[in-house]
T-cell receptor, first 115, second 111 residues
Framework: DGGITQSPKYLFRKEGQNVTLSCEQNLNHDAMYWYRQDPGQGLRLIYY???????QKGDIAEGYSVSREKKESFPLTVTSAQKNPTAFYLC??????????????FGQGTRLTVV | GQQLNQSPQSMFIQEGEDVSMNCTSS?????WLWYKQDPGEGPVLLIALYKAGELTSNGRLTAQFGITRKDSFLNISASIPSDVGIYFCAGLNQAGTALIFGKGTTLSVSS
């Protein structure tokens, strides 16, 4: 099936530990994104990548890191420097709509809880 | 930076009623998208708008791209229980590199 796969669905982390969230896509989309969702806050952009081996910081990149070694994969690491990591994390890709690269498609999300 | 102001924040309606929500910005957007998110899931694209003044329908949903390019609205007609969820508006940022999202409208439908 074509789509975006995020894993795991639920993740628990001890305070002070780094954790990596997986995002894989087989849509052949160049652009991939990570958003963070908190109640009442909408979706806030953490990092994005328009092409392999290149990525840019979004609005709330502090305490996060990413890599883009393959077109299909865009993992997000939540580091111990992220002061409030408990949130719902969404990975997205952008592909062609009527205008190229304007419609984003989302994975199912990963809920991270720091215990 | 660019921001999208979405209203209302939440709505509680009876099944069968029509619903209207909107999104405004002080900045011009060249693309407006509307998404729906079910609890614990990722958002799903409902309607995409690309041209000022454009009015587009998808079943019971209708959305319009404002003439000023600073606003958009989404209407849902004859609401049903499965319309429950969070509705987000989104626009492409000025650099054309990523989508900016509103804070969402939470819709509750009672039968």
């Amino acid at each position: 099936d074509g789509g975006i796969t995020q894993s795991p669905k639920y993740l628990f982390r001890k305070e002070g530990q780094n954790v990596t969230l997986s995002c894989e896509q087989n849509l052949n989309h160049d652009a991939m994104y990570w958003y963070r969702q908190d109640p009442g806050q909408g979706l806030r952009l953490i990092y994005y990548s328009q092409i392999v081996n290149d990525f840019q910081k979004g609005d709330i990149a502090e305490g996060y890191s990413v890599s883009r070694e393959k077109k299909e994969s865009f993992p997000l690491t939540v580091t111990s420097a992220q002061k409030n990591p408990t949130a719902f994390y969404l990975c997205a890709t952008q592909g062609q709509g009527r205008i190229m690269n304007t419609e984003a498609f989302f994975g199912q999300g990963t809920r991270l809880t720091v215990v | 930076g660019q921001q999208l102001n979405q209203s209302p924040q939440s709505m509680f309606i009876q099944e069968g009623e029509d619903v209207s929500m909107n999104c405004t910005s002080s900045s011009i957007f060249n693309t407006w998208l509307w998404y729906k998110q079910d609890p614990g899931e990722g958002p799903v694209l409902l309607i995409a708008l690309y041209k000022a003044g454009e009015l587009t329908s998808n079943g019971r949903l209708t959305a319009q791209f404002g003439i000023t390019r600073k606003d958009s609205f989404l209407n849902i007609s004859a609401s049903i229980p499965s319309d429950v969820g969070i509705y987000f508006c989104a626009g492409l940022n000025q650099a054309g590199t990523a989508l900016i999202f509103g804070k969402g409208t939470t819709l509750s439908v009672s039968s």
